[in-house]
């Protein structure tokens, strides 16, 4: 199969850094582009060479494109999801999927019910680092893992700040932003599902309105695995990290949250100090390439829909132990009702 032909609903800053040129190195082209300012969407097209700029949504979903790649703030992802899905157009969605988790499920279900694909955004199940850490787990190098601790502590350049600093309304914060990766990178490196989440938030001046801009925790897993983060925006100066130690040895992934290809893995053993091999490449070009094997049914994306509602989850039990002061429960259920007969009639 050739490439996709890409509709962008969103002018966003990762789509022109990272995923138009991932889609074009995966063979496929980005055929529109729409952003609610009309002189941002022209702009945007403009300068990377896109032949279609609208505000229109139905008109960027009846452009000729095939999938949809939204990067839209967080609280539009839903309509726009059940939208292109209705239009008959695979869907990948940047995380969190939704404010809340009934319409995290029903943009998966809709999805499914219009026989479209949909993949979510998480980009760090790509990275060479992470793809080791698992496969060094499967093969048992470690034993059984017993902790986890995840540091990705960084400082949220000028450019990038905006909403995720401003607007609770949007899913602003820390929280929504970084530790959804987290936990999706925890998952698909230990292959278990959390279960649980006891947090503490914190404000360092960063965050405004209310939102956290730093936040530490411990996730319990199904397995009796417990992982420890520190998420935050404010840190200059600290070093990203993942490590996973088990019954026979440590595995510890330097340099590694983060959307650059680079990073590396050592493997700790009473008999054996190693660094594993990493092979980097491109994490958004693997994910579209993987996302256009799935739309040729040739696997699944990266990261899909389902992972999408369990990352999410794990986010919203993480502000919600902060809030509280007590662990708080993680929902893995990624299936639901729609909400009403209007909303499956619209994504079939």
């Known amino acids: 199969m050739s490439g996709l032909r890409w509709g962008l609903i969103g002018a966003s800053t ?79 969605c940047e995380k969190p999927l939704a404010l809340n988790l009934p319409d995290a499920r029903r943009m998966v279900a809709a999805c499914k019910a219009a026989g479209v694909q949909m993949g979510t955004n998480h980009h760090l199940r790509n990275a060479a680092t992470h793809r080791a850490i698992h496969a060094a787990i499967k093969a048992g190098h470690i034993g059984k893992p017993l902790f986890a601790r995840v540091f990705h502590a960084v400082y949220l350049p000028p450019h990038l700040q905006g909403w995720r600093i401003e607007r609770p309304e949007a899913g602003g914060g ?101 660094q594993l091999s990493t092979a980097h490449e491109n994490l958004y070009l693997r994910a579209v390439r993987l996302f256009g094997d799935a739309v040729a049914a040739r696997g699944a994306p990266s990261a899909t829909g389902e992972d999408g509602i369990k990352s999410l989850s794990a986010a919203l039990s993480t502000r919600e132990a902060a809030r509280t002061g007590r662990e708080a429960p993680i929902d893995l259920t990624t299936r639901g009702a729609y909400g009403t007969n209007e909303d499956l009639a619209h994504a079939r």
């Not at 022209?42 to 300068?47: D, I």
Request: aromatic letters at 4%.
């Open 14 to 92: 990762i789509a022109r850094e990272w995923m138009i040129e991932a889609i074009r190195g995966a063979a496929g082209e980005v055929g529109a582009v729409m952003s609610s300012d009309p002189e941002r969407a022209q702009r945007f097209a403009s300068e990377n060479g896109i032949a279609i700029a609208t505000t229109s949504l139905d008109a960027l979903l009846g452009s000729g494109i095939d999938a949809v790649y939204i990067s839209t703030t967080n609280e539009h992802h839903c309509s726009q999801t059940l939208a292109a899905a209705a239009a008959g157009k695979h869907v990948l």
């Open 174 to 274: 820390v929280v929504l932003d970084i530790t959804v990766h987290d936990v999706d990178t925890l998952r698909f490196a230990l292959d278990e599902n959390p279960v649980a989440v006891t947090a503490m938030t914190s404000r360092g001046g960063m965050g405004q309105a209310g939102l956290e801009d730093g936040v530490m925790g411990v996730v319990r897993f199904e397995n009796g695995l417990i992982a420890q983060f520190h998420d935050a925006f404010t840190t200059r100066y600290a070093v990203t990290g993942f490590e996973v130690h088990g019954e026979e040895g440590s595995l510890i992934g330097t340099d590694c949250m983060t959307q650059v290809p680079k990073g590396e893995v050592l493997l700790r053993t009473r008999d054996d100090e190693r």
